[in-house]
Structures are given as structure tokens and as C-alpha cells.
Nanobody, 117 residues
Framework: VQLQASGGGLVQPGGSMRLSCSSSRNILTLNEMGWYHQAPEKQRELVAGFTRYGTTTYQDSVKGRFTISRDNAKNTIYLEMENLKPEDTGVYYC????????????WGQGTQVTVSS
């Protein structure tokens, strides 16, 4: 599975930004797909994701500010980020998981988001 992320950049606190991630595999066949955030000198953490059943999950710190959505026809997921805060700064990675007897994890190249005035 190849994942191509786009979006990211510099935004002021309180601003908005959208990230996109396109998958080379039909996203409906994925066990899960979502976005991870890695702040400077911290571990990568799940921000928002879809399960294979279409349900969504969010990190508590982004609930009410971030929205994950998907376009099945385009095999693409999106992360709409609103009311961005400096602590949202970091690299955002698209992640996909395939489960066929074993579990396989795939990562996009990462896109930098910087929230600063």
C-alpha cells in the first residue's frame, strides 16, 4: 500500500488546515486508516482514524476541532483541522493497516504542520 499525503504548512493559531491522504489500495479493504501526529521529541500518536467498519476515533485533545472524513471513490481520507493550537505543531503521518492472516502497517511520507504567529 502506498500512501500519498498532501497539505500542511504554516498557519497561525486559531487557523484552519486540511490534510489529504490517497491510498493505492481500496480503502474499504483496509483494517484501519488514519492520521498520526508526532510533535518534536515526542512519540507518534493517533490523532484521528477510521476502523474497517467506518467508525471514527479521535484523540481527546482534538475532539471538536478536527474532523476526519473520506472519499471512498477516490480512496482518500482527509483531516480538517480547525482552531489550531501551537501544540498541534509537528509532522502528521497517514497510516493504513491491512489484515490478511497477519497485520501489516503502512505509513505515508509525513507532512509538516506548524502553528505559529
Amino acid at each position: 500500500v502506498q500512501l500519498q499525503a498532501s497539505g500542511g504548512g504554516l498557519v497561525q493559531p486559531g487557523g484552519s488546515m486540511r490534510l489529504s491522504c490517497s491510498s493505492s489500495r481500496n480503502i474499504l479493504t483496509l483494517n484501519e486508516m488514519g492520521w498520526y501526529h508526532q510533535a518534536p521529541e515526542k512519540q507518534r500518536e493517533l490523532v484521528a482514524g477510521f476502523t474497517r467498519y467506518g467508525t471514527t476515533t479521535y484523540q481527546d485533545s482534538v475532539k471538536g476541532r478536527f474532523t476526519i472524513s473520506r472519499d471512498n471513490a477516490k480512496n482518500t481520507i482527509y483531516l480538517e483541522m480547525e482552531n489550531l493550537k501551537p501544540e498541534d505543531t509537528g509532522v502528521y503521518y497517514c497510516h493504513a493497516q491491512v489484515q490478511v492472516k497477519h497485520t501489516y502497517d503502512y505509513w505515508g511520507q509525513g507532512t509538516q504542520v506548524t502553528v505559529s504567529s
